[in-house]
């Protein structure tokens, strides 16, 4: 059995007038509620990071010879598969890209400036990379305020659930929103885009009660509340007009369509299908372990997300025995097949998995102090402003053919109305095998630069280096989009375009 053993019986929301009563239960499923959490013998709060913690064995990745489908599906196949790409590149063998190896250190010292001048002298502060900081736009805690909004019995535990819950669809609604959509906060009448725009969008939507069936209970996202979402309505609260077009919005809404049918999985979302369920599901889970704070195995969310959400993935995407990888595609600069298995041609990404467990520790981090062990097994994000940063720092450069049939797929694109027709770049379809070796490469190079950062910054210690995701945070996702700006202010978009469906970037 796990840490905290699976209840089955909700506990009664009555008490007296001189009682403070919980209503932390009211939403959650009963089948899987979990019972408080441990409590440091001294009465403190434990924070992740300032208590020693337990070493905990990560599961070994599933053998790719015996399940490839599992393999791929993992996050221990996102680096590993990359990491063949990157080798080639480090002997300028790539299909696509040209690599100027000399460009590696300035590409870390761009980065590093842009750390600096942030976070400078005080490192420690820099946020892991996750949804709650693009919520918190315009310098407004958001999050906080939506906190504070709740009556004080709501307990932390229900708390994190409600948090995850706006994360979960807030994450699925973030992909490449295009140059000329922005979004009209109704709250501040302030107008945001691209990222940022979408959070405050989806955090309007969700108070609002968009996603939840219970009018007693807007903040709260369940199956029978998405389900009853249309293009039209997610049209209407993004603000989506002729003027203000927004891409891949049928994409977007076929997501969340698809996600209220993947919510009915009790086991993980409990009998309301909500999203925060899977909290009671990861702390009884039997891979969870008690210490001064309770440890989640990254895996173990990872397989929640994995499994519990690959309905929701659109199934044209790449299949393995049948089998529907994901985020996941062959690429031209792996082994061919034959002789190579089927498999072996393919490089997963997870662009959207990763974004979701990089957001969702955040809150359960926080309010929970739940720490998860083994985070070091995501990888950095393969999308476009990472990647645009490996290309405007001149370390990557596209081959003149692709230069050429990327352009040319740009002037056609751009003849159909509503499309971009300035600042011209390359334009594919995500699928495309320029697109798929590029993501390759910024998954392997965000890796390499870890490293040179810390050095260039001093951080040279494990205590004090920073850690993958707080690169990604206040480094290189920043530095990409800083960059776009700069060498393309009309419409600051990444050197290369994609053609994206709303499911993946």
Not at 342 to 353: D, N, R, S
């Amino acid at each position: 059995m796990g840490l905290f053993n699976r209840k089955h019986s909700k506990p009664s929301l009555q008490g007296d007038n001189n009682s403070s009563t919980s209503v932390g239960t009211r939403n959650s499923n009963p089948s899987i509620k979990s019972p408080p959490l441990p409590t440091p013998t001294n009465g403190a709060a434990a924070v992740p990071g300032l208590v020693k913690l337990p070493e905990i064995a990560m599961p070994k990745p599933p053998d790719p010879a015996l399940d490839p489908a599992a393999y791929l599906r993992s996050i221990y196949a996102v680096r590993e598969r990359s990491k063949l790409v990157l080798q080639k590149a480090k002997r300028n063998q790539l299909t696509h890209f040209d690599v100027d190896p000399s460009k590696f250190k300035d590409t870390a010292g761009y980065v590093c400036s842009i750390i600096k001048r942030d976070y400078a002298p005080d490192f420690k502060s820099v946020p892991p990379h996750g949804r709650w900081q693009h919520f918190e736009v315009g310098g407004r805690p958001r999050v906080d305020q939506l906190l504070a909004s709740w009556p004080s019995q709501v307990d932390a535990q229900e708390r994190t659930r409600r948090l995850i819950d706006l994360f979960l669809v807030s994450v699925l609604l973030d992909a490449g929103a295009g140059a000329k959509w922005s979004y009209k906060s109704k709250e501040s009448g302030r107008f945001y885009r691209r990222s940022e725009g979408l959070a405050v969008a989806s955090l309007e939507m969700f108070k609002a009660g968009l996603f939840s069936s219970d009018p007693t209970e807007p903040c709260q996202v369940d199956g029978a509340g998405l389900k009853r979402l249309n293009v039209e309505q997610l049209a209407k609260a993004l603000q989506v007009s002729t003027t203000n077009p927004i891409a891949g919005l049928e994409g977007r809404a076929g997501l969340l369509l698809r996600l209220a049918d993947a919510l009915n999985n009790q086991d993980l979302f409990g009998v309301d299908a909500r999203p925060g369920n899977m909290l009671d599901y990861l702390l009884s889970h039997p891979s969870t372990q008690a210490s001064s704070v309770p440890i989640i195995p990254l895996p173990t969310l990872w397989s929640v997300l994995v499994d519990g959400l690959s309905t929701i993935w659109p199934n044209t995407r790449t299949k393995i025995d049948g089998m529907s990888i994901g985020d996941a595609w062959p690429c031209s600069s792996m082994p061919r097949s034959p002789p190579a298995e089927l498999w072996e041609t393919v490089v997963p990404f997870h662009k959207l998995t990763q974004w979701l467990c990089y957001s969702l520790m955040v809150p359960m981090t926080k309010l929970l102090q739940i720490h998860f062990a083994g985070e070091e097994l995501l990888t950095g994000l393969p999308e476009y402003r990472n990647g645009g940063l490996l290309i405007d720092t001149g370390l990557l450069t596209l081959k003149e053919a692709d230069t050429k049939r990327g352009l040319e797929a740009y002037r056609r694109n751009a003849m159909v109305e509503g499309q971009p027709n300035m600042e011209v770049v390359p334009l594919f379809n995500a699928g495309d095998d320029v697109i798929v070796e590029w993501r390759a490469l910024t998954v392997g190079f965000l890796d390499e630069l870890l490293g040179e950062v810390n050095r260039m910054l001093g951080l040279t210690s494990k205590e004090d280096a920073l850690t993958l995701a707080q690169m990604l945070e206040a480094g290189t996702w920043k530095g990409g989009r800083e960059l776009a700006e700069v060498s393309r202010p009309n419409t600051k978009e990444p050197p290369i375009m994609i053609h994206s469906d709303g499911t993946i970037f």
